[in-house]
């Protein structure tokens, strides 16, 4: 798949020094905001305000005011909930399974995927807190405590448990080997600071870091270690988010196929939104010569790879539906593909199976602004995905007269655009105030291969 032309392509551009690389990421952090954050912040923060309005407003009057009804008890919510899981998912790949696997190409991009990780599994988190309604009053009962009760415990065999564990495990791991990663890049910071707030402020997050070798051999034992126990979580969660489905008796539900196909989708919507924030990053911080074409190619033949995987598993569902003989089985796919809900199928397969088959064309695997469109359509497409699996699978069930529509309101999006609002906040937050691209990974690079490429 990898062609020579990427592997002799440089993973560092532009004859850069250690020195330049530690000037050129830590500007970014000491230097005064620019117009463009400014308005971007102004954006987000704007997403966030509207959608807070809608969050107080379902916690004050109740998930009623949602477009559910009682056939379709599941929609916006769980779909949004399951998009935000995915995305978190590429963060853990590229950080712990290449690194695992020894790929240097994941060095300029692993921080700012880390940290959309972080921000992604914090808006998944908040669905199924919100879908309680009155949440204040309940969502300790998710969690295995003692009670005054004494014998009434969580139902450990019910998978939406299994999510709350699943869950709660990647978001420490993630940030802990996020955290982690950071430590060497706030000592840079703090060496170089030159106000004593921000001395102060760099140096507490720095833990004491003093750069000797026996503290660099304990820094990457323990980053293995925490690769090792996050690479089994890449696979683990999103399995356990498709359980929430496949453990059902529900036609379109009920499939073993799930495991595998909601993990290859998860890396697929992922990556995208990788892609989407680091061709934007890119732009606006000028790091061209750390985030190369290399980059965005190997991001794109993973997508590739992911994309077919997820067609086969669309064909493999209808294949299995046919070859089961089940009436209700066979009807809830034709209903998918051509019910009324038939605009929201015919819109995943087009965004997820069909339009990441151009990244087999290496001219458009190396353009940037279609690399950038089709990042966008990708999670378009998986958020559709998400939609077609919940709602067209309850809103025709097995009695004819329970059959029900589901219209959004204003509270399912405005709830949506409030978890893009955090989202993006947040991550606007990190690109400034913390280094956006590993530095002591990337000075790794330049003294272990020499690598000064001029422009």
Known sequence: MTSESVIREPLVTGGKTVHDVTVDICRRVEEKPSKSWFLAMAVSLGALSVGAYF????????????????????????????????????GTLISAILLLFRQRWRMSINRAAEAMTIFAVICAAMFPLLHMGRLWLGFFWALPLPNTYG?????????????????????????????????????????????????????????????????????????????????????????????????????????????PYFVAGAIFSGFAMVLTLLLVTRKVYKLEDYITIQHIELMNIVIIITGSIV??????????????????EQYAFINRATGPYWWAYW????????????????????????????????????????FVIIVTSLHRD????????????????????????????????????????????????????GEKVSK
């Open 55 to 90: 969050v107080v407003g379902l916690l004050w009057d109740g998930i009623g005011v949602w477009g559910l009804n009682k056939t379709v008890g599941w929609a916006w919510d769980i779909t949004n909930f399951v998009w935000w899981v995915g995305i978190g998912h590429a």
């Open 151 to 259: 014998s009434l415990w969580v139902n450990f065999n019910s998978p939406l448990l299994w999510d709350v564990f699943a869950i709660s495990t990647y978001f420490s791991v993630s940030l802990v080997f996020w955290y982690i990663g950071l430590i060497p890049d706030f000592a840079t910071i703090r060496d170089r600071a030159t106000n004593k707030i921000s001395k102060a402020i760099y140096g507490g997050l720095a833990f004491g870091w003093d750069g000797a070798a026996k503290t660099w051999s304990r820094y990457e034992t323990v980053a293995l270690v925490l690769a090792g126990l996050a690479t089994p979580l890449v696979l683990s969660v999103h399995t356990i988010v498709s359980f929430d489905f496949a453990t059902s008796v529900i036609p379109g539900w009920h499939t073993t196929i799930f495991p």
């Open 347 to 386: 819109s995943m397969m087009t965004c997820n199976v069909i339009s990441p088959q151009l990244f087999w064309f290496k001219k458009i695997r190396t353009s940037l602004a279609a690399t950038f469109v089709l990042s966008i359509v990708v999670n378009i497409g998986m958020w559709f995905e998400r």
């Open 398 to 449: 097995f009695l004819p007269s329970s059959w029900s529509m589901f219209y959004p309101t204003w509270y399912d999006v405005g709830v949506y655009l409030f978890t893009f609002g955090l989202f993006f906040t947040a991550f606007f937050l990190f690109a400034k105030f913390f280094p956006v691209i590993n530095m002591a990974e990337v000075k790794s690079i330049i003294k272990s291969t």
């Open 311 to 328: 067609g086969i598993a669309y064909i493999t569902e209808f294949f299995i539906a046919w070859y089961s003989g089940v009436e209700a």
